[in-house]
């Protein structure tokens, strides 16, 4: 580790930690880990200045002048924020207590904070099966040390990346049975993959190597609510190791090519379903977001497929994806040798 890695940041976060008597063995512990882990808090990570949003503490001073600056180019950027929480946790309920889902593949979990995904599953059905997926050592470092899942059901962390759906699906199909239906949970997460990168596709990718009867559920901070989104966009780029592209509500809503939206479809995520404590006024705006199903196919009763039919599908799908991922590293290698 540098001594720039050992900086400011981590060495008062493990300060704060041993000096608050109220502190938890387990918040010690993480913020023991972070500086054992070696993580750079000198720049400004995505999941830290989302948890500064939300009024978290596990952040750097690197992270709160990111979220600084773009509150001052975006006021309202707190209530989005929340919003998003919330939403997460309306969606959940829905598809545990409506659609009977009980298995959820959360990527992009972010820090954990309150209502977290296997928290607010499992307060219904408490044999719901979460696996989080982050690719920032912190956030993994926190989720293990904080989280615990119910003794009927199962809690797993995987640091992994959005970009390689098949490695994730590998790593999750030891805690899901992927033969059955499951919750895709994309919330906060895509703005963080560029166009380049082909963020419909992957999205695309990962519900086809689901089976029938899955859940997408999805949120997009918005560029088209107002002209200062464009400016929070730039302050933000500047100071976070990962740019974010914002997007408009149709391009956010081409993630749901293919699948049965559930009403009231894709809308700013304040209003999906909101409860008496989400209500807003009608000139409020948030992230854009939204449920939705895979279908089922045309022919067959769906009861008439055995489980072990679908876990061999599921599987066969996940190597398949594989494949072409592999194949487009491959031919992206051959083009850049050419250049």
């Not at 387990?26 to 939300?54: C, F, K, M, N």
């Not at 409860?275 to 006024?281: E, F, H, N, Q, T």
Request: glycine share 8%; proline share 5%; aromatic share 6%.
């Amino acid at each position: 580790m540098t001594e720039q890695w050992a900086g400011e940041g981590i060495a008062s976060a493990v300060e704060t930690a041993s000096a608050v008597e109220t502190a938890s063995a387990a918040e010690i512990a993480a913020a023991e880990a972070v500086q054992l882990a070696g993580i750079d808090t000198s720049v400004a990570h995505p999941a830290r200045v989302y948890d500064y949003w939300l009024g978290g503490k596990d952040n750097f001073a690197a992270d709160r002048e990111a979220a600084e600056r773009v509150l001052a180019a975006t006021p309202g950027l707190r209530f989005r924020v929340q919003a998003n929480r919330a939403f997460l946790a309306r969606a959940v309920r829905y598809l545990v207590g409506q659609a009977g889902i009980r298995q959820f593949l959360d990527i992009g979990t972010g820090i954990p904070a309150a209502n977290n995904t296997h928290e607010v599953a499992q307060a219904v059905a408490p044999d719901s099966r979460i696996v989080y997926v982050d690719n920032d050592p912190i956030v993994l470092v926190h989720a293990r040390a904080l989280l615990a899942s119910s003794p009927e059901g199962s809690t797993q962390f995987v640091q992994g990346d959005l970009r390689d759906a098949g490695a994730i699906l590998r790593a999750a199909g030891s805690t899901l049975d992927l033969g059955q239906p499951v919750a895709l949970m994309l919330l906060g997460i895509l703005h963080l993959i560029q166009d380049s990168e082909h963020p419909h596709q992957i999205v695309a990718d990962l519900m086809a190597s689901l089976p029938a009867g899955s859940y997408l559920v999805l949120s997009h901070p918005a560029i088209d609510i107002h002209a200062a989104q464009a400016e929070a966009q730039k302050r933000y780029n500047e100071r976070v190791s990962t740019p974010q592209t914002l997007r408009t509500r149709d391009e956010v809503a081409r993630f749901f090519d293919g699948l049965e939206l559930v009403p009231p479809g894709v809308v700013y995520v304040h209003a999906w379903r909101p409860g008496p404590s989400d209500l807003a006024s009608a000139d409020t705006v948030s992230a854009h977001g939204g449920v939705a199903r895979k279908p089922w196919p045309v022919g067959p009763s769906r009861g008439q497929a055995s489980s072990g039919r679908c876990s061999a599908r599921a599987a066969a799908r996940v190597a398949a994806l594989a494949a072409r991922r592999a194949a487009s590293s491959a031919a992206s290698r051959r083009s850049s040798l050419g250049r």
